[in-house]
């Protein structure tokens, strides 16, 4: 099983990534010190599919040292249904029966291959084939194979976003719409339900299986969905909301519908040892019998996915306690200031960023101004500057960039529970000394018991040991540090890099975590 912790983690980054991620099925040759993941794949006729695989080390102890390495892939098997192209990354010659690929892999990394499948025009359902896949590396050669399947394309779309009420303590309940925008019956569908730590599933039906702790349910029909015709829950969904969610939170549920085949090709190697049918009534759709038939594919994944919001009712609210910072230094120096709040509770204080759906600019629940006469060499990635007069587009904006007077900052830490304490570490160069110049440090966040300790002051060159902040309302005040960032932003770097490689790694499809 998952810890606790990880668990959480995973439900903040959301967990579709993850489910893909599982279905890799590693093949190892037993003299080659590293084994190839890849996956199957379905594909419509006329549509493209999309492939990977990727070399892990055997040797977990060691970092990993592949250098020249090449990727060969006998195309044979499928040639008469579909082509294969590579994406980018090799430098690759393709015959039509063959695909040899080069590659140049840096210590430390592993070899890593994108690839494009092109289902004919003419291709029919049910022709089947293997790409017989062989890595070689340091004269060492590990195999795999990946089988393409030609399926029946089909169409499931959902509502894009749903919502529900819930208190602390109870439940809110979800509805859920899938409909056939395709011309062709679909015989069945699973129901994806990807929780979160805060608003977990909670139901008990015995079509849906889910893990103790309620992250992911999967729901199964055998209904047949039938072209032009809409279809909801025969009951909402009820998903629990935990009693230390925070009231005026508004919290994702993804609803994923998948169809059968695409399912089981999936999750075929998922740990679903960790999911257990409910004990309750069958969760429905309409009553239908099965056929037999040939495999369906989904043409559109991209419409096929509602965003349930579910909104936290009550009386729960987080109170978040800002501290103070301040730091000395000469003319042109770079100094290290890390304001910060804590989270006071009693409420989990929930993720608030670019990936909350609906965000703008001005809902980032931390604001700092910089000091007058020092400027911001680095700053977190966690904030981005304030400039509400810009439109806000949360994925491309400027996060982590210096120069800017003010800046709005996210909350990442999940989970932010009582006590927590957060920090925000810019690096600022002084242009000017002037005693006691200070820059501010606010949280905004709505149902905030306590407004007294929602801003700290961040001086520079302060003249009184509280740092200038005359005990009043700030939020107290850090001790006086006056260091130079030299060494510290070459660590910060470091760190910074190694927070962001474990990110992209947790996002990569190749991440898999296991029971």
Same mark, same amino acid.
């Given at each position: 099983?998952?810890?606790?912790?990880?668990?959480? /983690?995973?439900?903040?980054?959301?967990v579709?990534?993850?489910f893909?991620?599982?279905?890799?099925s590693?093949?190892?040759?037993?003299?080659?010190?590293?084994?190839?993941?890849?996956?199957?794949?379905?594909?419509?006729?006329?549509h493209?599919?999309?492939?990977?695989?990727?070399?892990?080390?055997?040797?977990?102890?060691?970092?990993?040292?592949?250098?020249?390495?090449?990727?060969?892939?006998?195309?044979?098997?499928?040639?008469?249904?579909?082509?294969?192209?590579?994406?980018?990354?090799?430098?690759c010659?393709?015959?039509?029966?063959?695909?040899?690929?080069?590659?140049?892999?840096e210590?430390?990394?592993?070899?890593?291959?994108?690839?494009?499948?092109?289902?004919?025009?003419?291709?029919k359902?049910?022709?089947?084939?293997?790409l017989?896949?062989?890595?070689?590396?340091?004269?060492?050669?590990a195999?795999?194979t990946?089988?393409i399947?030609?399926?029946?394309?089909?169409?499931? @779309?959902?509502?894009?976003?749903?919502?529900?009420?819930?208190?602390?303590?109870?439940?809110?309940?979800?509805?859920?719409?899938?409909?056939?925008?395709?011309?062709?019956?679909?015989e069945?569908?699973?129901?994806?339900?990807?929780?979160?730590?805060?608003?977990?599933?909670?139901?008990?039906?015995?079509?849906?299986?889910?893990?103790? /702790?309620?992250?992911?349910?999967?729901?199964?029909?055998?209904?047949?969905?039938?072209?032009?015709?809409?279809?909801?829950?025969?009951?909402?969904?009820?998903?629990?909301?935990?009693?230390?969610?925070?009231?005026?939170?508004?919290?994702?549920?993804?609803?994923?519908? /998948?169809?059968?085949?695409?399912w089981?090709l999936?999750?075929?190697? /998922?740990?679903?040892?960790?999911?257990?049918?409910?004990?309750g009534?069958?969760?429905?759709?309409?009553?239908?019998?099965?056929a037999?038939?040939?495999?369906?594919?989904?043409?559109?994944?991209?419409?096929?996915?509602?965003?349930?919001?579910?909104?936290?009712?009550?009386?729960?609210?987080?109170?978040?306690?800002?501290?103070?910072?301040?730091?000395?230094?000469?003319?042109?120096?770079? @100094?290290?200031?890390a304001?910060?709040?804590?989270?006071?509770?009693?409420?989990?204080?929930?993720?608030?960023?670019?990936?909350?759906?609906?965000i703008?600019?001005?809902?980032?629940?931390?604001?700092?101004?910089?000091?007058?006469?020092?400027?911001?060499?680095?700053?977190?990635?966690?904030? @981005?500057p304030?400039?509400?007069?810009?439109?806000?587009?949360?994925?491309n904006?400027?996060?982590?960039e210096?120069?800017?007077?003010?800046?709005?900052?996210?909350v990442?830490?999940?989970?932010?529970?009582?006590?927590?304490?957060?920090?925000?570490e810019?690096?600022?160069?002084?242009?000017?000394?002037?005693?006691?110049?200070a820059?501010?440090f606010?949280?905004?966040?709505?149902?905030?018991?306590n407004?007294?300790?929602?801003?700290?002051?961040?001086?520079?060159?302060?003249?009184?040991?509280?740092?200038?902040?005359?005990?009043?309302?700030?939020?107290?005040?850090l001790?006086?540090?006056g260091?130079?960032?030299?060494?510290?932003?070459?660590?910060?770097?470091?760190?910074?890099?190694?927070? @962001?490689?474990?990110?992209?790694v947790a996002?990569?499809?190749?991440?898999?975590?296991?029971?």
């Open positions: 099983m998952l810890t606790h912790s990880a668990r959480r /983690w995973l439900a903040g980054l959301g579709a990534g993850a893909v991620a599982a279905s890799a590693p093949a190892v040759a037993a003299e080659a010190p590293f084994e190839i993941a890849t996956h199957d794949l379905l594909l419509a006729p006329g493209i599919g999309y492939g990977w695989l990727y070399a892990q080390p055997t040797d977990t102890e060691s970092e990993p040292k592949f250098g020249q390495t090449s990727i060969d892939i006998d195309l044979s098997a499928v040639a008469a249904f579909a082509t294969v192209e590579p994406m980018w990354g090799w430098t010659e393709a015959t039509p029966a063959k695909l040899h690929c080069e590659a140049d892999i210590d430390g990394q592993s070899p890593d291959f994108d690839y494009q499948v092109y289902g004919k025009e003419d291709a359902p049910g022709q089947k084939g293997a017989a896949i062989s890595m070689t590396s340091g004269g060492k050669t195999k795999a990946a089988d399947t030609v399926a029946e394309g089909v169409d499931l @779309v959902s509502d894009p976003t749903v919502e529900a009420d819930g208190a602390p303590g109870g439940n809110a309940l979800l509805p859920g719409v899938v409909r056939n925008a395709g011309e062709t019956p679909v069945g569908a699973v129901l994806v339900v990807q929780a979160q730590y805060l608003t977990p599933y909670g139901g008990n039906f015995s079509n849906c299986k889910t893990d103790d /702790w309620g992250s992911v349910a999967f729901c199964t029909f055998d209904t047949k969905i039938e072209p032009g015709k809409s279809y909801k829950l025969s009951e909402n969904l009820p998903i629990k909301v935990t009693s230390e969610a925070r009231t005026g939170a508004e919290l994702p549920v993804a609803l994923d519908w /998948w169809t059968i085949d695409d089981d999936a999750f075929k190697d /998922w740990f679903l040892d960790d999911v257990k049918p409910g004990t009534e069958k969760l429905r759709l309409v009553e239908s019998a099965s037999a038939r040939v495999p369906q594919t989904e043409l559109d994944h991209m419409n096929n996915t509602t965003i349930g919001t579910v909104r936290v009712t009550g009386d729960n609210h987080a109170d978040l306690a800002t501290k103070a910072t301040a730091t000395s230094g000469k003319k042109g120096d770079v @100094v290290t200031v304001p910060g709040f804590t989270n006071l509770g009693p409420a989990v204080l929930e993720y608030l960023g670019q990936g909350t759906p609906g703008r600019l001005e809902d980032l629940p931390v604001r700092v101004s910089i000091p007058a006469d020092t400027t911001v060499v680095e700053a977190p990635f966690d904030c @981005v304030f400039t509400p007069e810009k439109e806000w587009d949360p994925w904006a400027g996060w982590g210096p120069g800017a007077k003010e800046y709005a900052c996210q990442l830490e999940t989970p932010n529970d009582k006590d927590y304490e957060s920090l925000y810019f690096a600022l160069r002084i242009d000017k000394v002037v005693p006691d110049t820059g501010a606010t949280t905004a966040l709505i149902g905030d018991p407004k007294s300790n929602d801003t700290a002051k961040i001086v520079i060159n302060p003249t009184s040991p509280d740092g200038g902040n005359g005990g009043g309302g700030d939020g107290g005040s001790p006086i540090t260091q130079s960032t030299g060494l510290i932003a070459g660590l910060g770097a470091l760190l910074l890099a190694a927070g @962001v490689g474990g990110y992209l996002k990569r499809r190749r991440t898999r975590f296991v029971a």
